[in-house]
């Protein structure tokens, strides 16, 4: 159930994070206002003159509260201990690891000198 939860909030997360530069890039800075006074088209608009300043900011606010929401719930969700395994391999023991094999002799029977190894 977890991986779910984390999966569906970072799902929200990245798309309220593409949704706020999406926002922000729309938006105009504050030098356009004065082309605004001087009828630069902006009364025309969809929301009014000061319509879509206004919706645009405050939905802007609201998707980075939501965007704020999902870090710390990923941060939360991330930082939970892993309770049982999910699956039969997580359940199986590891495997023993055995000792080191015996080095191998030499044609001669004496130990594992690397002089005895090469053939003769």
Do not use: C
């Given at each position: 159930?977890?991986?779910?939860?984390?999966?569906?909030?970072?799902?929200?997360?990245?798309?309220v994070?593409?949704?706020?530069?999406?926002?922000?890039?729309?938006?105009?800075?504050?030098?356009?206002?004065?082309?605004?006074?001087?009828?630069?088209?902006?009364?025309?608009?969809?929301?009014?003159?000061?319509?879509?300043a206004?919706?645009?900011?405050?939905?802007?606010?609201?998707?980075?509260?939501?965007?704020?929401?999902?870090?710390?719930?990923?941060?939360?969700?991330?930082?939970?201990?892993?309770?049982?395994?999910?699956?039969?391999?997580?359940?199986?023991?590891?495997?023993p690891?055995?000792?080191?094999?015996?080095?191998?002799?030499?044609?001669?029977?004496?130990?594992?000198?690397?002089?005895?190894?090469?053939?003769?």
């Amino acid at each position: 159930m977890g991986g779910y939860l984390f999966s569906i909030v970072l799902t929200v997360h990245v798309l309220v994070g593409v949704g706020v530069i999406g926002l922000v890039l729309l938006q105009h800075g504050k030098g356009a206002d004065a082309g605004a006074a001087f009828g630069s088209g902006a009364s025309g608009s969809l929301f009014g003159a000061s319509g879509s300043a206004n919706f645009l900011s405050r939905t802007t606010a609201a998707l980075a509260t939501v965007f704020f929401i999902t870090s710390l719930s990923l941060s939360y969700l991330g930082s939970r201990a892993v309770s049982a395994p999910s699956n039969v391999m997580e359940r199986a023991a590891p495997a023993p690891v055995d000792a080191a094999p015996a080095p191998a002799k030499g044609a001669s029977g004496e130990g594992d000198s690397k002089l005895n190894a090469i053939p003769k």
